[in-house]
T-cell receptor, first 119, second 114 residues
């Protein structure tokens, strides 16, 4: 299957600092990437849809100024948690959709996740 | 409004038994139904997926059964093994209509005991 990487896998930061999480599709180009947040023992909650070369679409209740998303290229999307607070501590997961027309059309591949802990 | 309802919330199965997880959806526009497996501290991994033009799809020990009229689909894990112990999520989307995200069920925590 396709590979999506995330970096870092784990980060601990102080309250008030900003944290950047990278999501890369390693063996395919992804025009669309998605960012999710997952709390312990819960399902994935979609935060935003990231489209290469355009502004991200945020889900209702997600602060766009708090969670900055940049889809700079067809293989890289970044999520920056600005002025992080303890309530932002969570497991952040990205996914990338395989391009249309190939054998993996419509399939969404997930990264390994980033565990953010804000002290 | 939860568009994909998943049950049971947790499941305990004996080794060698059959694990069955069910999902029901509401939006008839959905045309792609994947199942994901997630281990603690890891991202979800695609297990198997189905489109509504078929009623069943099998890959190894994993089978999806799809009932379009009932708007239900289920995952069957045959010969369940302790290594299958994980959280399973069903999902639905209509990707052909654009860059639409997955709608996830709430997950099922499967424990396979020896």
């Amino acid at each position: 299957g396709a590979v999506v990487s995330q970096h870092p896998s784990r980060v601990i930061c102080k309250s008030g600092t900003s944290v950047k999480i990278e999501c890369r599709s390693l063996d395919f180009q992804a025009t669309t990437m998605f960012w999710y947040r997952q709390f312990p023992k819960q399902s994935l909650m979609l935060m935003a849809t990231s489209n290469e070369g355009s502004k991200a679409t945020y889900e209702q209740g997600v602060e766009k100024d708090k969670f900055l998303i940049n889809h700079a290229s067809l293989t890289l999307s970044t999520l920056t948690v600005t002025s992080a607070h303890p309530e932002d501590s969570s497991f952040y997961i990205c996914s990338a959709r395989a391009p249309k027309g190939g054998s993996r059309t419509d399939t969404q591949y997930f990264g390994p996740g980033t565990r953010l802990t804000v002290l | 409004q939860q568009q994909v309802k998943q049950s049971p919330q947790s499941l305990i199965v004996q080794k060698g038994g059959i694990s069955i997880i069910n999902c029901a959806y509401e939006n008839t526009a959905f045309d792609y139904f994947p199942w994901y497996q997630q281990f603690p501290g890891k991202g979800p991994a695609l297990l198997i997926a189905i489109r509504p033009d078929v009623s069943e799809k099998k890959e190894g020990r994993f089978t999806i059964s799809f009932n379009k009229s009932a708007k239900q689909f289920s995952l069957h894990i045959m010969d369940s093994q302790p290594g299958d112990s994980a959280t399973y999520f069903c999902a639905a989307t209509f990707p052909r209509s654009g860059n639409t995200p997955l709608v996830f069920g709430k997950g099922t925590r499967l424990s396979v005991i020896a």
